[in-house]
């Protein structure tokens, strides 16, 4: 069962939707833009948390290597 609404209430609907759809395309613009920034901000940190993990990596291996070759290198016997 479909419920018809009067001429002037359809007309009135019609106006709103015309008043409206300005408003609803910027804030889907202004929303585009958020979400473009909030990319490119994830973007940025994701490339200096990499980079500060492969610094971190880097600088715990020289660290490793710098303890081996302060040890006295192990002898191997021989019989």
Do not use: G, N
Request: avoid cysteine.
């Amino acid at each position: 069962m479909t419920q018809r609404h009067s001429r002037p209430r359809q007309q009135a609907e019609i106006a709103f939707k015309k008043l409206q759809a300005p408003v609803i395309a910027s804030d889907l613009d202004e929303h585009d833009r958020q979400a473009e920034a909030r990319d490119e901000k994830t973007a940025r940190l994701r490339a200096a948390r990499l980079a500060k993990e492969l610094a971190d990596r880097t600088s715990a291996a020289a660290a490793l290597i710098a303890r081996r070759s302060v040890r006295t290198p192990p002898t191997l016997a021989t019989d």
